[in-house]
């Protein structure tokens, strides 16, 4: 298996992808964002999701619950938000200016509904600034958008104190779900009662948070994600400088105490450097060099990424991998560190090679762990940050590839629909946001040249969700807690 990764890795000099290549692959993603988007709206809108298979949209409390999943569902017109820059990056103004007119004023915030404070956080929060970013971007670069007059700030502000209450704890781990409406005091609104968090649900807050105080001027949203991510720095296993996966929120104990770079943990280590590129800050970048060394000398076995025991990091967690690691190789990028971002992908993308999709889980010699594949983003977002530092052809080639697959077995009348089983290719009756907010995003980027965009994409940080927030941030202040 190592010498056909490696084979792979030498072969990677290949002729060029021309320019009339690149712009019919860009457009057949744009194609199939129309295809995806204009579903969501005939069919679903304004409900949170569309359930492509029947043609209809998901609303809470009418679908048949699935679990946490579900969480990330408060009546709040969830894809359009999560949808908002890609729109723009799509060179969709008309449609982008039709959106927020409809967010603004259709949506509805206030709703008595537990959501997920992480998943609230980066898909709303992050698109509502995400939109709000390119909004004011527009209207200082174009005639467009003219009329807006921050609209979707204030809604963030809004969903932001919302948020807050979460944090209400004497660590400053924000609780994992809240109500919209009443907070964490509502006894029946399964908030308050509970005790453990994920390191990635607690620590991913800090971009969208210090977003909101840098564009409002309002501290105190940046102050409580800061003392969450002190809260984990501090609780980090001293020995392997390595983090668990679940925390007790109120005494800080480790409650699952293995440690990798996929579930639970990803984007914890994504925002410790990524909020030091946007708000300069030394010491988030000190954080994550340190939780990197870790991760390299424990965690990586060259080309895989498995999970230790955060007090034994020599003992392996388990033998199998999942999906959402995927986006590491992307954030070793944005680091520098190249050649093992190489290689990660590369196995990655062996597995896709077998089975069409990376499933969500898969073991070490690449079988089938959970068989699910809910067209997950992260391969595409590493595929594209590995295209631009290297500008490596192949890397359009495994775009190309990504384009066919979702073509050819998720895609239904209704937009593209979530792979079941990738064994037998089987479907699921669900397109998360995520696949408008990102998916289309990536691809369409990883095809583009300079002069296909609208805007300087190089002014801008990608969130976890690819909200786009302006680097320009860094410059601004909180004024007032």
Known sequence: MWLVLAFCLLGQGRAAVTKEEKAQLRSQVLEMFDHAYGSYMQHAYPADELMPLTCRGRIRGQEPSRGDVDDALGKFSLTLIDTLDTLVVLNKTNEFEDAVRKVITDVNLDNDIVVSVFETNIRVLGGLLGGHSLAIMLKENSDRMQWYNDELLHMAKELGYKLLPAFNTTSGLPYPRINLKFGIRSPEARTGTETDTCTACAGTMILEFAALSRFTGIAVFEEHARKALDFLWE??????????????????????????????????????????????DDSYLERFNTHYDAIMRYISQPLLLLDVHIHKPMLTART???????????????KGDIRPAIETHEMLYQVIKKHNFLPEAFTTDFRVHWAQHPLRPEFAESTYFLYKATGDPYYLEVGRTLIDNLNKYARVPCGFAAVKDVRTGSHEDRMDSFFLAEMFKYLYLLFSEREDLIFDIESYIFTTEAHLLPLSLSTASQTST
């Open 320 to 334: 199998w991998m999942d999906s959402l690691l995927a986006f590491f190789p992307g954030l070793q990028v944005l």
């Open 235 to 280: 609780k980090r296993q001293r020995s392997s400088n390595l983090v668990g996966v679940t925390i007790n929120i109120h005494t800080g104990d480790w409650v699952r105490k293995d440690s990798g770079v996929g579930a639970g943990i990803d984007s914890y280590y994504e925002y410790l450097l990524k909020a030091y590129v946007l708000l300069g």
